[in-house]
């Protein structure tokens, strides 16, 4: 089992930026790879950005230059810095890891609003 822990979200003006923070604890030795998803009201989640093992990174084309997803090993955390927001940004981000069996963990999400 993993355990994901979010933070960081809040309210924000477009053009702002944010950095979001996922903690993980438990069997993190199994885990291959975490990534930031998101989900605005009445729309599927998507993937935002995946960070594997190796530190090699893969965002969604909307975000490409404005987010970075990025890992402290040593503190077992995970962040997405989101630059330049917009409004279009406004979802509940949530952090995934997906361990070596294929199984999938969720945290309990972080809310982001851009508006003026």
Do not use: H
């Not at 923070?21 to 438990?26: E, L, V, Y």
């Not at 729309?43 to 893969?58: H, M, P, Q, W, Y």
């Not at 997803?69 to 077992?76: L, M, T």
């Amino acid at each position: 089992q993993v355990q994901l822990v979010e933070s960081g979200g809040g309210l924000v003006q477009p053009g702002g930026s944010l950095r979001l923070s996922c903690a993980a604890s438990g069997s993190i030795f199994r885990i291959t790879y975490m990534a930031w998803y998101r989900q605005a009201p009445g729309k599927e989640r998507e993937l935002v950005a995946r960070i594997n093992n190796s530190g090699s990174t893969n965002s969604v084309d909307s975000v490409k230059g404005r987010f970075t997803i990025s890992r402290d090993n040593a503190k077992n955390l995970v962040y997405l810095q989101m630059n330049s927001l917009k409004p279009e940004d406004t979802a509940v981000y949530y952090c995934n890891s997906r361990d070596k069996y294929a199984l999938d963990y969720w945290g309990q999400g972080t809310q982001v609003t851009v508006s003026s």
